[in-house]
């Protein structure tokens, strides 16, 4: 009778085990969501913009400066995501202001400033800004009753940021004139610059 006792006792205990799964070693590792990085779709072909641009040209001898506020317009095509081209046109609106030290003036007068010019862009994407830089030609004149023009290397930097995937904001600095003379206006160390702050269209 007791032998009988025991042999129920086990056959209950193995089927319990059997019902349960039997595998008490083995623990059961939660299941882990990854989340997948939202890539951001590389933008080529062609893109036109508008921007604010504020210019200047700078003399040593005599020491003068003209500035004047104006606007950029631009075209341009993404090659890949790394590298474009750009051509811009650059034009001051209204007087233009005049300042020499060495005479104590500080004045608006009539003239114009100007400048057009073809780049090459590389660039490089981080989220949502992107990086840029700007080499290449153009041309840079002054009007101040007189023209007087330069053409030669420019140069600047500049970083922009996406809206949507079609618009994109930009900020940046161009280097357009670092020589001695400038036409037949000065002999001396001239300069030219031009900060601008606009918007792109991606078509």
Known sequence: MKNITLSVAALLLSSTFAIAGG????????????????????????????AYSCMQTTNDTPDEEYMGNGISLLAGYNINQYFAVEARYTASLGDI???????????????????IGIYLKPQ????M?????LLGFG???????TSYSETGL???AGVSASVTDDIDIFVDYRR???DTGFDNYT?????????????????
């Open 97 to 115: 202001n005049y300042q020499a030290s060495d005479l104590g003036i500080d004045e608006d007068i009539s003239g114009d400033l100007s400048n």
């Open 176 to 178: 357009l004139y670092d």
């Open 154 to 156: 420019q140069y600047g």
């Open 23 to 50: 595998d008490f070693g083995k623990a059961v590792e939660p299941a882990i969501d990854i989340p997948v990085a939202e890539v951001t779709p590389e933008k080529t072909g062609f893109y036109a913009g508008l």
């Open 129 to 133: 800004f992107n990086i840029y830089g």
């Open 187 to 203: 002999n001396g160390d001239a300069a030219g610059n031009s900060w601008s702050l606009g918007v792109n269209y991606n078509f």
């Open 139 to 145: 041309q840079l004149t002054l009007d101040n009753g």
């Open 124 to 127: 490089y994407a981080i989220s």
